[in-house]
């Protein structure tokens, strides 16, 4: 099985989500099977996953795998169907606050009633007729527990409060409400609350405890390992955000193939790849890279900086995380004169390594010579240093007067639309990966513009070619290129060919090569990992002498 670590799939995805998609898209059309490890609990998780193109079997979510829920049912519950272990005599509705609320009637011995708030039954926001979560209260008036539901219609997590209004044991619950995973919280000894602890009841009824989530989690990975793999044929983990199981593929108890996979730079500084601080995403797999088998980079220049400054035994691979499905190439071309005159667009975070503010100033500067100009921005914002990233753009879009000519859009799925309208897309990020896109927009005609950092943009970008590189925060560079394409209308359109030609370097049969390159070395060096394991003794440990 090939396994791809991530946290989440969540509705508003990063690079790296949509990177796991169209790779889960590729082996999926090569009938080469695959399953996207979460480790992250989520209520929506399944709604989540169907929602981003993947079926229940294809995911397995730490949680859901331990909770035994991998495939449920779906039902629907209504509010009546909730114990409070007493009974309700009276339902209220809330609609302001999407809930129901849920009361006690008691009567006094003078003839007068008494209404006793038993729990508060909330919904989800996006689906009023699912359960979310019910807040429990005791005869004083106490929050107590919240109980919370998976969109599919059941119990899955509960939290105990203490009598101090904090979440003091967070269990998740099976199907038949048996807890078999809990986690702990308590003052330290600098009286900081904090989780202290887990505790597991695994199928088999063996009882685990953990310190971390990373000790839990390597016990998980260690548990689909063995499910997974054969005498014949091991597993392949690709570590897609290293701190889910950096630690934990280094000392698996099976053999597996483990991968580390760079999404971004492995540089603190992307300009200085040979000397700079190293990225902390990637600083405690790279100082242990030969514990692993191979390293994935997006671009060949990343991959030969890899091997130049580590010189690492691991084998490195080139291979793209993004690929253009064949039946693309086959769409009609869309000309310049065709898309909205003198658009420019960008996709990304509203963060400060993004630079956006660069991009607005450039259109600012173009706008003298390119009156019509606009400038839409797709992404979700950046919430950190009280949202600077956007008010960055606020204050350039104001110092420029392009209150007409720029607008902030949130986060969209609607990008090839988007990117068929365009005739420029812009990348001003301080580094990259790759930038997933970037190759989408060239792929749909759209002429390239980007700073010249690494890594993805000045390769995805072929200087003079499908676009042009300027020199790094040279915003007036920028604004100089901008100009000279609208300018010069054949440029552009010659651009935009090149920009379709160029695409086919990512096309699904080269990518798919790259892949097979890996799967091939996997398997090759399966026998001889094989060879050295020796499996732990099973029989003759469990009550009467039976197997464990």
């Known amino acids: 099985m090939n396994f791809f670590i991530n946290s989440n799939m969540q509705k508003n995805k990063s690079g790296i989500e949509h990177a796991e998609l169209k790779r889960a898209a590729l082996f999926r059309d090569h009938h080469e099977s695959f ?4 480790r992250d609990w989520s209520q929506t998780l399944h709604k989540d996953i169907k929602d981003s193109g993947l079926s229940d079997a294809e995911v397995i979510n730490m949680f859901d795998y331990f909770q035994g829920t991998e495939k449920v049912t779906e039902k629907n519950i209504q509010a009546k169907d909730i114990d409070f272990g007493v009974a309700v005599d009276l339902y209220e509705n809330d609609p302001k606050n999407n809930r129901v609320l849920a009361w006690q009637v008691i009567k006094k011995i003078n003839g007068e009633s008494q209404r006793r708030l038993l729990g508060r039954i909330n919904y989800f926001s996006f689906a009023k007729d699912r359960i979310s979560s019910t807040e429990m209260f005791d005869a004083f008036g106490n929050l107590y527990a919240v109980n919370y539901y998976d969109i599919r219609g059941f119990l899955s997590l509960t939290q105990w409060y203490t009598p101090d209004n904090k979440i003091g044991t967070e269990s998740w619950q099976t199907l038949d409400r048996r807890s078999v995973l809990e986690s702990f919280n308590k003052f330290d000894a600098k009286g900081e609350f904090k989780k202290s602890g887990w505790r597991l009841v695994d199928k088999n009824g ?41 630690w934990a593929l ?16 492995q540089a603190g500084n992307a300009e200085d790849e ?41 084998r490195l691979f080139t291979i793209p995380v993004g690929v253009i499905p064949s039946k693309h190439f086959q769409e009609q071309r869309i000309p310049m004169s065709d898309r909205f005159s003198h658009k420019i667009v960008a996709l990304a975070r509203i963060a400060p390594e993004k630079r956006l503010n660069d991009l607005v100033k450039a259109v600012g500067i173009a706008k003298k010579e390119i009156p019509d100009i606009s400038l839409d921005l797709y992404g979700y914002r950046d919430s950190s240093d009280n949202f600077k990233a956007y008010q960055d753009i606020k204050k350039a879009v104001e110092d420029y007067r392009l209150a007409d000519e720029v607008k902030v859009h949130g986060y969209t799925t609607n990008v090839s639309v988007i990117e068929k ?29 980007t700073y010249d950092v690494n890594y993805g943009p000045n390769e995805l970008v072929v200087d003079g070619e499908n676009g042009y590189i300027v020199p790094n925060g040279d915003y007036h560079a920028l604004a100089e290129k901008i ?61 009467n002498g039976g197997k464990l």
């Not at 399953?35 to 979460?38: A, R, S």
């Not at 990348?427 to 896109?437: A, D, R």
């Not at 699904?508 to 990992?529: G, Y």
């Open 35 to 38: 399953k996207i490890v979460l």
């Open 483 to 543: 100009i000279f394409l609208f300018k010069h209308p054949d440029e552009l359109q010659k651009k935009s060919e090149r920009a379709y030609e160029l695409s086919k370097r990512y096309s699904e049969t080269k990518v798919w090569q790259d892949w097979r390159e890996l799967l091939d070395d996997a398997q090759d060096k399966w026998p001889e990992k094989i060879s050295h394991y020796k499996s732990p003794l099973l029989f003759g440990l469990a009550e």
């Open 274 to 314: 040979m000397h700079s601080i190293l990225n902390n995403h990637y600083e405690y797999s790279l100082w242990n890279t030969n514990d692993y088998d191979a390293i994935i980079s997006a671009t060949s220049k990343q991959t030969a900086d890899v091997a130049k400054r580590f010189k690492p035994q691991a």
């Open 206 to 246: 063996s009882i685990y405890t953990f310190q971390t989530i990373e000790e839990l989690t390597k016990h998980f990975l260690d548990s689909i390992n063995f499910d997974y793999s054969s005498q014949e044929r091991g597993n392949v983990f690709i570590l897609d955000r290293t701190h889910l199981g950096d």
């Open 421 to 449: 309208k365009a005739q420029i897309f812009a990348v001003t990020s301080i580094m990259e990966g790759f930038n997933l896109s970037m190759m989408e927009a060239l792929s749909e005609g759209d002429v390239g513009l």
């Open 250 to 265: 280094r000392d698996l108890k099976k053999p597996a193939y483990t991968v580390i996979h760079l999404h971004n730079s």
